[in-house]
C-alpha cells in the first residue's frame, strides 16, 4: 500500500508563500502520478495540480503562474510551491497517487482515480 505524509502549509500572510511536501513510501514516483487537492471551507475537494509517473507536470489554468508542482525522484517526494497566496487559497491540502501514473503521457484530477491519501495540512491565508 502507498503511504503519504504531508509536510508544510501554515499561517501565511497575503502576498506570501508556501512549499508542500508530500513524501511517498510504498511504491516510487516512476510509477506512479501525484495530485495536489484542496478543499476550502464549506466546499467540495477540488483537484489542482498533478505530476506524471513520467514527471509531466499541470496545474489548472487558474492557478497557473502562482503554483508550480515538481518531484525528487531520489526522495521519493512531490512538493507544490505556492506564490502571491491570497486568502482565497484558505484549504485544506491533499496529495494523493493514481497507481494508473499517467493517461496518454498526461495525469488526472479525477477523485475516484487517487486511492491513497495523505493527511491534509491547513493553509491559512490572512493578514
Known amino acids: 500500500q502507498v503511504h503519504l505524509v504531508q509536510s508544510g502549509g501554515g499561517l501565511v500572510q497575503p502576498g506570501g508563500s508556501l512549499k508542500l511536501s508530500c513524501t511517498v513510501s510504498g511504491d516510487t514516483l516512476d510509477q506512479l502520478a501525484i495530485a495536489w487537492f484542496r478543499q476550502g471551507p464549506g466546499k467540495e475537494r477540488d483537484g489542482i495540480s498533478c505530476i506524471t509517473m513520467g514527471g509531466a507536470p499541470y496545474v489548472v489554468d487558474s492557478l497557473k503562474g502562482r503554483f508550480t508542482i515538481s518531484r525528487d525522484t531520489v526522495k521519493n517526494e512531490v512538493y507544490l510551491q505556492m506564490n502571491n497566496l491570497e486568502p482565497e487559497d484558505t484549504a485544506v491540502y491533499y496529495c494523493?497517487?493514481?497507481?494508473?501514473?499517467?493517461?496518454?503521457?498526461?495525469?488526472?484530477?479525477?477523485?475516484?482515480?487517487?486511492?491513497?491519501w495523505g493527511q491534509g495540512t491547513q493553509v491559512t491565508v490572512s493578514s
Open positions: 494523493a497517487s493514481d497507481p494508473r501514473g499517467s493517461y496518454g503521457g498526461k495525469c488526472r484530477l479525477v477523485l475516484r482515480d487517487h486511492e491513497d
